[in-house]
């Protein structure tokens, strides 16, 4: 049973509200970051500046470059929800995945010989071959060695290494 996945726009629907809603943080913080910041230049600037104006124009500053910031991260987070959707095809229409669908049930057996099935059956319900008769049961330290006998004659002794050829009268050291 395959799960039933959800329509477009529902798939839409929360990394846009997403990517709306950070997009409007961002450009509120970069606002607000714009005004406390003159706030704050003016305030240094002025002899009767208080206490009050510069710190609390610091603080004013903070938070809102902390909006900003929160926005920029909202921002980037939504379109990577969009890029983990597209990912996974949650955009593709259901139009496509019926078409799909409808191929792969419709496989069409051209080219298959079911001869070739029943012939691989039959010559796997055969019964093998009996094996020739042993002359006289071997003892297991017999047959072991025997085994081993056998595998290290299977493998090939590695070739012998070539000689140098002779050195040509153009190559000889010079004194």
Do not use: C, K
């Amino acid at each position: 049973m395959s799960a039933r996945r959800p329509s477009t726009a529902v798939a839409l629907l929360a990394p846009a509200i997403t990517l709306i809603g950070s997009g409007a943080v961002a450009v509120y913080g970069a606002l607000r970051v714009a005004t406390a910041n003159t706030a704050l230049v003016e305030a240094l600037q002025s002899p009767t500046a208080t206490a009050a104006d510069v710190y609390g124009g610091q603080a004013e500053l903070q938070i809102a470059s902390t909006l900003l910031g929160a926005g920029i991260i909202g921002v980037i987070i939504a379109l990577a929800v969009f890029g983990v959707l597209i990912a996974l095809g949650a955009f593709s229409s259901a139009a496509a995945d019926d078409d799909a669908d409808e191929f792969d049930d419709d496989t069409d057996d051209e080219g298959f010989e079911e001869d070739s099935v029943e012939a691989v059956a039959a010559a796997a319900a055969a019964p093998a071959a009996p094996a020739a008769p042993a002359a006289a049961p071997a003892t297991p330290a017999a047959t072991e060695t025997a085994e081993v006998v056998e595998a290290v004659e299977a493998v090939e002794a590695p070739a012998a290494p070539e000689a140098p050829a002779a050195p040509a009268e153009g190559d000889a050291p010079r004194a």
